[in-house]
């Protein structure tokens, strides 16, 4: 979540929505579901509670993504502290507001709101300093941040970061009623909002209407999971409950999933080209060696993050 310094990349797209009907991903091979995650309760910032989906030790399993927490609450007490400033270094973040209003500014000056539908994408590269605060008192702040790992090559370049309003994210439906918003990567047919090419991620939210079905086209390198954050769904057979992650099977010849809902659910899909490199974490920094970790903190500590280099 983040607002920083400029555009140093080729991979940001000027993709335009899309209103269109879809005739659907096709799917001859699905993959099945390799193992429930059910998330951890925490807290993070200033006391602000979530669900830890995706945790350290899946890093590995699920590279190149790092982490995927899950916020949702009525009650201001759960969120009002927000994220003080807090520095990144190494990764990429993807913030996905769902409900809410949240605003974000950096140690360069900069500064966005985050409302409803809204993604922030910030590639936190050679380090930023940051805070996300809620704007407001009361009501209901929902959303995700999902960590997306950089590969050594780029760990070091200057960040980026892109505000997302939620019109200027790509969507369609199919002819039964299924919704997809395509934050980054291809559905069917529709490019998203984001692309990269070192780890080709694909992130869709995907909302079924009672008896429908979506199918996602995967490569079969890729590694992948689904979260149900509504409803239920069955995946090759596997009934995944609200608020639980199934970690897709990887195996040759898989084309991608098919996800099936008896009663209206919405869900993530979210995949990727793994990297395959050393991940080496420390608290918000994530390099590939111990000695680019001690590096890491000595710069945040002598002030070095809170330039625009």
Do not use: C
């Not at 995967?218 to 970690?247: C, D, Q, W």
């Not at 899909?269 to 395959?276: D, K, N, Q, S």
């Amino acid at each position: 979540m983040t607002t920083t310094i400029q555009d140093n990349t080729s991979e940001r797209p000027d993709a335009a929505p899309t209103a269109r009907v879809a005739a659907g991903d096709a799917v001859a091979n699905p993959r099945t579901v390799e193992q429930l995650v059910t998330g951890q309760r925490t807290s993070d910032g200033a006391g602000v509670k979530l669900t830890r989906v995706l945790t350290q030790p899946l890093q590995r399993r699920l590279d190149p993504y790092l982490m995927l927490d899950a916020f949702g609450t009525d009650d201001p007490q759960d969120y009002i502290g927000g994220f003080p400033d807090h520095p990144h270094r190494g990764f990429e973040t993807i913030t996905y507001m769902i409900a809410g209003r949240m605003r974000h500014r950096d140690s360069a000056g900069h500064e966005g709101l985050l409302q409803n539908g809204d993604v922030q994408w910030m590639t936190a590269a050679r380090g930023v300093v940051h805070s996300e605060l809620p704007e407001q008192e009361e009501g209901r702040m929902e959303g995700f941040q999902l960590w997306l790992n950089l590969p050594a090559k780029d760990k070091m370049n200057a960040p980026w970061y892109r505000d997302i309003k939620a019109g200027d994210i790509p969507s369609f439906t199919t002819p039964d009623g299924v919704t997809a918003r395509v934050i980054a990567g291809v559905s069917q047919g529709v490019a998203g909002a984001v692309t990269r090419e070192s780890t080709e991620p694909i992130y869709v939210d995907v909302e079924l209407p009672a008896g429908t079905r979506f199918a996602q086209a995967l490569p079969p390198s890729h590694n992948a999971f689904v979260y149900v954050y509504r409803g239920e769904v069955t995946i090759a057979g596997t009934k995944v409950a609200r608020e639980r992650m199934a970690i897709l099977a990887n195996a040759p010849g898989k084309d991608g999933v098919v996800i099936e809902a008896g009663t209206a659910a919405r869900v993530l899909v979210i995949a990727g080209r793994p990297l395959g490199e050393p991940i080496a974490q420390y608290g918000p920094f994530v390099m590939n060696t111990k000695d680019e970790i001690y590096q890491a903190v000595q710069d945040f500590q002598s002030g070095q993050f809170t330039s625009a280099h």
